[in-house]
């Protein structure tokens, strides 16, 4: 079985800040994916970026990085120059096989 | 390419009634997922195809819920004498089977299911 806790309901951040977004997870899988996803108001879930867990570095996406702590089962979103349109739910998710097991999200609000 | 289209958007119903959603996913993709997300939750896988086979079901699926892919392309998911706790957004996912690793799901906007 497979859990996903994110333990930071609601987060806000100045514009053109940075912000970070906790993760943990725990997994009976050797090989596994974990993925952060992004759900705006009123719109269809996006995948931001994804990690593979056999893999050190860290994934990064343009103004999105990962901290990926193995041993610790953490796997927390940086977001840096936050921006307006960054503004929506954000959850992290692990898979086993080929389903999805999602955290319970993170809403995140960008200031002006 | 037009994504992962989801219809209706919005269904509201009355309790005992039965209910289809559908879900045409982006036409290359021979993966076809749904999963249920309750408000202020992340969502919950559902079940899964590859082409017409249904692969894996949850226990979260009872037996008031099934799921088709008859040829493969799109699909529907019906919820038979639906109860006051169906009420959530049912999301359906598509995804192109790759080499290695898991695929990346592409999600639709959902279908909001309203029970009263």
């Known amino acids: 079985a497979q859990t996903v806790t994110q333990s930071q309901p609601e987060m806000s951040v100045q514009e053109a800040e940075t912000v970070t977004l906790s993760c943990t997870y725990d997994t009976s899988e050797n090989n596994y994916y974990l993925f952060w996803y992004k759900q705006p108001p009123s719109r269809q879930m996006i995948l931001v970026i994804r990690?593979?867990?056999?893999?050190?570095q860290n994934a990064t996406e343009n103004r999105f990085s990962v901290n990926f702590q193995k041993a610790a089962k953490s796997f927390s979103l940086k977001i840096s120059d936050s921006q307006l349109g960054d503004t929506a739910m954000y959850f992290c998710a692990s898979n086993a096989g080929n389903m999805l097991t999602f955290g319970g999200g993170t809403r995140l609000m960008v200031k002006p | 390419d037009t994504g992962v289209s989801q219809n209706p958007r919005h269904k509201i119903t009355k309790r005992g009634q039965n209910v289809t959603f559908r879900c045409d996913p982006i036409?290359?993709?021979?993966?076809l997922y749904w999963y249920r997300q309750t408000l202020g939750q992340g969502p919950e896988f559902l079940t899964y195809f590859q082409n017409e086979a249904q692969l894996e079901k949850s226990r979260l699926l009872s037996d008031r819920f099934s799921a088709e892919r008859p040829k493969g392309s799109f699909s529907t998911l019906e919820i038979q004498r639906t109860e006051q706790g169906d009420s959530a957004m049912y999301l359906c996912?598509?995804?192109?089977?790759?080499?290695?690793?898991?695929?990346?799901?592409?999600f639709g906007p959902g279908t909001r299911l309203t029970v009263l």
């Open positions: 996912a598509s995804s192109l089977a790759g080499a290695g690793g898991p695929d990346e799901q592409f």
């Open positions: 990690q593979e867990a056999y893999k050190q």
């Open positions: 036409s290359e993709h021979n993966r």
